[in-house]
């Protein structure tokens, strides 16, 4: 049997601009409630514990974490170019196929990396130079929250699939359900029975478990739909994990070097008074906003481009990725510009003002969030391109061009530029690395982009010059 193609699920046929923006919708607030229940960590352990090294510990562990869990991510967004672009074919085995190898997959992958991160966690936080009195908490949170990778792990994977074929709606809310409850359990663990940064890292696990169950769920109870998940039929297939890992691994790997730049760029906070460690935190909360939001639209122009590119409607493909950029401008523009507008108070709600370095930290985050916020649309641009570019199958070059542009760049700013240069040994002179390298980054994807769009254009010639023979 045939399984149907919801019409308003599949991006091949009908308006762009306006379906880019209703399917973006949900992942932005998906994104936002994510970034709050994270900032609801923050705000907790900061204002309640009263722990004075608690929030830096916090914070500490941030970069490392990403550097764990991304490349598992950056596989999972490998099943989204896969099944959006089968999805857009129409090609239903393919579509089962891969749907039960990614979540086959997500299990595993989820158990190797949670004992990767457990064994690293302590020998890494060292050599990232973390300060001795937020040195033991912060190894703890770490500890708890590698814990709750495998449940990361399936809930992504799944969100992936629901977001290839159409539909980001339901991963939304999974998280908004799932993370009321853990806002809920910090402050019952924090307030109630006392406890520091291991409060909130219990509640973080325990959301990111009824996460997973709750996209499991929904994928076994689609019936009549080609993606519905059947338990007895999850194996590994090696063709296809085979095709989702050759697009997966490297964003994976240019996920993992994100990180690695920003594990170093945390080396040299760590260099600065703790002061700056928390004023680091808070302003990582508060862009964390802005980057949800625009990434939602670097996720979308990944199901429409790679649908449209499957179906070989290339010109809906161009459509899909200007739109996207469209959008993504106005969108971060108008978020960072209130972010700075109301940063002072955004700020204030991390920390305790009886705390006698409070107003300090609020003052440095306010000058991080300067520096990074007024170019961050420039980011939302950078996710957009390469995004697109990997939906059309280049995502080995993409890699490159972003582990050139936004890793090894960043390294060298860091390693080269600030420890080397008296000038540049302050806040501004490490935060510039951030729009400087978008820059630098958004200038190479739009040459590979061009090429995919000449490329694509020799495609649409032969293909009518075919038909034209037959």
């Not at 992504?156 to 074929?165: H, M, Q, V």
């Not at 959008?327 to 002072?344: K, S, Y």
Request: contains cysteine; aromatic residues 10%.
């Amino acid at each position: 049997m045939v399984e149907r193609i919801k019409p308003k699920r599949n991006f091949t046929e009908g308006p762009l601009f306006f379906r880019i923006i209703l399917f973006a919708l949900p992942i932005i607030a998906m994104g936002m409630l994510q970034i709050f229940y994270n900032m609801a960590d923050s705000i907790v352990v900061g204002r309640y514990s009263g722990d004075d090294v608690a929030l830096a510990a916090v914070g500490s562990t941030g970069a490392l974490t990403n550097l764990i869990v991304n490349f598992l991510l950056g596989i999972a967004a490998g099943t989204n170019v896969v099944l959006s672009q089968c999805y857009g074919a129409k090609d239903n085995e393919r579509v089962e196929s891969t749907v039960h190898t990614s979540m086959a997959f997500s299990v595993i992958g989820g158990l190797l990396f949670m004992a990767i991160g457990l064994i690293v966690a302590r020998p890494a936080l060292i050599l990232m130079d973390t300060k001795p009195e937020v040195l033991d908490k912060a190894v703890l949170y770490i500890t708890i929250i590698c814990l709750g990778i495998p449940a990361s792990s399936v809930y992504n994977f799944g969100a992936s699939i629901l977001r290839s074929i159409g539909d980001s709606k339901t991963p939304l809310f999974a998280l908004a359900s799932t993370g009321l409850v853990n806002v809920l359990l910090n402050l019952v663990f924090v307030i109630k029975f006392n406890m520091s940064v291991e409060g909130v890292a219990i509640a973080t696990i325990v959301s990111q478990y009824l996460s997973a169950a709750w996209v499991v769920i929904v994928l076994l109870c689609k019936r009549g739909e080609n993606y519905r998940l059947y338990l007895r039929k999850l194996r590994i297939d090696t063709k296809v994990l085979s095709r989702i890992l050759r697009y997966g691994v490297p964003t994976g790997i240019q996920s993992s070097f994100f990180s690695i730049s920003n594990v170093i760029l945390s080396s040299a906070v760590n260099t600065f008074p703790t002061t700056t460690v928390s004023a680091k935190t808070i302003a990582t909360n508060i862009d964390g906003i802005s980057y949800t939001a625009m990434n939602s639209f670097s996720k979308a122009s990944m199901t429409f481009v790679g649908q449209n590119y499957g179906a070989k409607k290339y010109d809906r493909v161009k459509k899909s990725v200007w739109y996207c950029l469209i959008q993504v401008v106005v969108l971060g523009v108008i978020i960072t510009q209130t972010e700075l507008l109301f940063g002072r108070e955004l700020a204030n709600l991390f920390v305790d003002s009886s705390m006698a370095d409070a107003e300090v930290v609020v003052n440095e985050a306010l000058e991080i969030m300067k520096v990074v916020l007024t170019t961050y649309f420039l980011c939302g641009i950078m996710e957009v391109l390469s995004s697109a570019v990997r939906g059309m199958g280049y995502s080995i070059s993409s890699m490159i061009i972003s582990l050139i542009g936004a890793c090894f760049f960043r390294i060298f700013w860091v390693e080269v530029l600030f420890y080397n240069i008296e000038s540049m040994q302050n806040i501004r002179g490490l935060f510039m690395v951030y729009p400087v390298s978008w820059i630098f980054t958004i200038a190479m994807q739009l040459v590979l982009l061009s090429f995919a769009f000449r490329s694509m254009g020799k495609a649409k010639t032969n293909a009518e010059n075919s038909v034209t023979v037959k």
